[in-house]
């Protein structure tokens, strides 16, 4: 059974590479494409005909199936025959031959496949569907954290940031999607980033009327800030406080929005906590974000309270007087109660409910013991 499966792969190898073989004997070059040759390929990277080799497979059934419909049914035959009765030692050297062959193909590296795609993005007589193409592309290649870094040298980032002006929203938001995939755990990225003047951009973004573009807007800024000290004090300096509260304040904006602003507030108030030196570009020092932190518990969505217990549990262990602001706003409207209030009439429903209740009276103690801690200092 193995020696036929292996066969099985061998035969497949063959089929390809003679195909490959053919058609560079014929003059069908591999080529990289270029945004300036549509006469020659229409900007694809490799040139085929119809149904041939598009730069790779997906697994080895798509394998095998792309070589059978290449293959004369008569002549697969036969070449399994004359395969199966070589010796180990012969399909070894042919197997060698084969791959020596196939490396001499040459395919487009990931660098390459990149400028392609840069190339086409900037190129302004394409229409919408490449460059939306194009986009789907950076969005695979950026998340390989050196791929990312070696979009910058191809002037990628530039061409990204300048498109978050574009006239159609699935631009901009595909353009802030990739900077966000790109930047994410990449401080030498987020730098190079920041540097353009994306987030000043990307900011501007949260004022679309269209849910997706704010939302990926959204996910690029946490991606530029988070861990980057940098990043967190050019936010605070374009008043990324008031835009959270803002965000936070609005009901009517799409839920998902307000979740993953108070996830980003929890980021940053750990980053506080450990950073010293980011006290003076504190968010916190927005009394009505911090407001509208604790009436997001308020909310019927019991996901969106959960997340805004734990902002405010990371506020919490903040060493600063937001504590003492967070009393006022704990006890003047009761919010702690009637979350459990609110939490009480789910609670034969689910298990999660119970787990977010037990994270409400957790919270509650942290409060009162971090305030009385300040409280003590202050005497």
Known sequence: MGKLIFVAIFMVFVVIAEFASSEVAAGAAVMVGSSDTKEEGDNKLVQEEEGDIDGGFSSLDGMLTWAIGHSDPGVLKQRSEDVQRMSVEELQNRQTELKELMERLK????????????????????????????????????????????????????????ILNHSEPEIRTAAAWALGKAS???????????????????????????????????????????????????????????????????????????????????????????????????????QLLLKAIVHSMESTDIDLGEKALYAIENVLQIKSPEIQRLREFFESGGTMEKLKQELQQFFDRTEHITDVESYRKEVHRLFHQNLAKVTQAAM
């Open 107 to 162: 395919m487009p590296s990931d660098a390459q496949l990149m400028q392609v795609a840069v190339n086409d993005l900037d190129n302004s007589s394409l229409p919408l569907e490449h460059h939306l193409r194009a986009l789907e592309e950076l969005l695979e290649l950026v998340e390989p954290i050196d791929n990312a870094i070696d979009l910058q040298k191809l002037g990628g980032y530039n061409v990204l940031i300048r």
């Open 184 to 286: 994410q755990n990449n401080p030498v990225v987020q730098n190079q980033v920041l540097e353009l003047g994306a987030l000043t951009m990307l900011m501007k973004m949260m004022n679309s009327h269209t849910a997706e573009e704010t939302l990926k807007a959204l996910f690029a800024i946490s991606a530029l800030i988070r861990n980057n000290l940098n990043g967190q004090k050019l936010f605070y300096q374009e008043g990324g406080d008031k835009m959270l509260q803002e965000v936070l304040s609005n009901s009517n904006l799409d839920i998902r929005l307000r979740k993953k602003s108070l996830i980003l507030i929890a980021d940053l108030a750990v980053s506080q906590m450990e950073n010293e030196n980011a006290a003076e570009f504190s968010i916190f020092k927005n």
